[in-house]
């Protein structure tokens, strides 16, 4: 046999050895650019420093309550049925309106229509006589400080480029709106943004509980920002629970006026005809007393009818409309909720060292893929 043409079969130990990461190799690079990784991290150390120094305040209030669902007509079958079938109310079709379910919540604060109405919470802000609105306050009162005007003129600069573009598109465009399509400026989606990231909604799936948080630059207006959002979501759902019995209460208030009307008007021409027919006997007068008395009669059984609906539909206004037990009410927060200024250095001086030593084996990769392609 030819030796040139002998397969030489490499030794699997020796590959397998060759596969290994030298831990001792890598231990000398790191310590070759130990001087990168310690420059690294002062320069982030010192980046970090300052975000600490210059970033605004933030403070945050909650509240957590847990929303209790009505059990439609079962609860008063139980406790108002034998009460109301003495009164002669049948309860029988009563039965719960729609329920809006916890998950579905986030849509209602993240709606226009509520973030809106939010926009107009009166907010007590430290150095103003008066109360202040939330628009106004990031409008006309509120500054980012040095940290934040940087970041707004760096990092944000394309966004607020963009911002300026859409904003002359809006002025030179004629808007058309109804009762029916939300307008909303330029202005109020800034703010509308500004809410979405200010308000943060959370829910616990195994108790059941909701928590509603807000973040402001100040205590107290945090605190009075959370309180408003709790109050504008039980007041919309409450109102969409509610909705369908209270239409039905309003058909029934009205059709109960009118038949009460309609009642004291007979009942007045029967007592006036029986007044003026007092000593007559006649068959004429006595047929049409019995005509009266029969209109009377029958008006008054329907008006009898619909006062049983008017208290029925009453009883299911009040068994539809939704009950929230507040577990923990909003309290002024007393600290800033933001990250403390040590915890801020020490996540920069982390970082910093996580570039320094990436940054050392790039250099050390680069470095021998230059010499292969060389040599």
């Not at 490499?10 to 001792?24: F, G, Q, R």
């Not at 849509?107 to 628009?135: A, C, R, W």
């Not at 409008?139 to 980012?144: G, H, K, L, Q, T």
Request: with cysteine; proline share 4%; charged share 25%.
């Amino acid at each position: 046999m030819n030796p040139d043409n002998t397969n030489i079969k490499s030794d699997p130990a020796n590959v397998s050895h060759e596969d290994e990461i030298d831990l001792i190799q890598l231990a000398k690079t790191l310590w070759e650019g130990r001087r990168t990784v310690i420059k690294t991290t002062l320069i982030f150390m010192v980046l970090g420093l300052f975000i600490a120094i210059f970033s605004a305040k933030e403070y945050t209030a909650s509240t957590t309550m847990v929303p209790q669902v009505a059990d439609g007509g079962a609860k008063l079958g139980g406790n108002l049925g034998g009460l109301a079938a003495m009164a002669g109310i049948d309860l029988g079709g009563i039965g719960g309106g729609s329920n809006i379910a916890p998950s579905l919540y986030p849509k209602i604060i993240n709606s226009i229509p509520f973030q809106k109405e939010l926009m107009k919470t009166e907010l007590i802000i430290d150095g103003q006589v008066t109360e202040t609105t939330f628009s106004y306050y990031y409008e006309n009162i509120y500054s980012p400080g040095l940290f934040g005007v940087i970041k707004e003129y760096t990092i944000g600069l394309p966004r607020l480029i963009l911002k300026t573009i859409k904003r002359e598109r809006i002025q030179n465009t004629s808007l058309i709106s109804n009762h029916q399509i939300i307008e909303v400026s330029e202005r109020e989606k800034e703010l509308i943004e500004r809410l979405e990231e200010q308000l943060t909604f959370s829910m616990n799936d195994k108790d059941g509980d909701i928590t509603l948080s807000a973040s402001m630059p100040e205590a107290i207006p945090a605190a009075q920002l959370v309180e408003k959002a709790k109050e504008l979501l039980q007041k919309s759902i409450t109102n969409f629970k509610i909705q369908k019995a209270e239409d039905q209460l309003a058909f029934v208030k009205e059709r109960y006026t009118e038949k009460e009307k309609e009642v004291h008007q007979i009942q007045k021409k029967l007592a006036e005809f029986r007044d003026r027919n007092k000593n007559v006997s006649t068959a004429i007068a006595q047929a049409e007393q019995q005509r009266l008395t029969a209109e009377y009669n029958l008006v008054y059984g329907v008006y009898s009818e619909l006062a049983k609906q008017l208290e029925t539909q009453k009883i299911q206004v009040k068994e539809d409309t939704p009950i929230f037990t507040v577990i923990q009410p909003t309290s002024i927060p007393i600290k800033p909720s933001s990250q403390s200024k040590l915890l801020t250095l020490v996540i920069f001086c982390f970082l910093g060292g996580i570039v320094g030593v990436v940054t050392v084996f790039a250099k050390k990769l680069i470095g021998t893929l230059k010499n292969e392609f060389v040599n």
